[in-house]
């Protein structure tokens, strides 16, 4: 009954600015692990940032120093500030929530929100 709902793309010119944002609703039980995803046309689904339930974060050395995650749990919304945006970073960007896999608890993914860098 988890939904994840992702927001805030669009089309921006290079070394524009955008801010994605990701809401969710439904029944949670504790502050889960998140994490931004992107896939572009002919490449896999690869790994942009995460942030820890602790408020860790780490990113891909392609987005280092230009893209930040946070959240909000009192929101209960994780946001992704994208910065000095290149052409390469255009791509369906999603957000995911991450279950303990030792709990049995299973992952929930939005639908995603298309972001697109382009002159």
């Known amino acids: 009954q988890v939904q994840l709902v992702e927001s805030g793309g669009g089309l921006v010119q290079p070394g524009g600015s955008l801010r994605l944002s990701c809401a969710a609703s439904?029944?949670?039980?504790?502050?889960?692990?998140m994490g931004w995803y992107r896939q572009a046309p002919g490449k896999q689904r690869e790994l942009v940032a995460t942030?820890?339930?602790?408020?860790?974060?780490n990113y891909a050395n392609s987005v280092k120093g230009r893209f930040t995650i946070s959240r909000d749990s009192a929101k209960r919304s994780v946001y992704l500030q994208m910065n000095s945006l290149k052409p390469e970073d255009t791509a369906v960007y999603y957000c995911?929530?991450?279950?303990?896999?030792?709990?049995?608890?299973?992952?929930?993914w939005g639908q995603g929100t298309h972001v697109t860098v382009s002159s």
């Open positions: 995911k929530m991450s279950g303990g896999v030792l709990l049995g608890e299973r992952d929930y």
């Open positions: 942030i820890t339930s602790g408020g860790n974060t």
């Open positions: 439904g029944i949670i039980f504790r502050i889960y692990d």
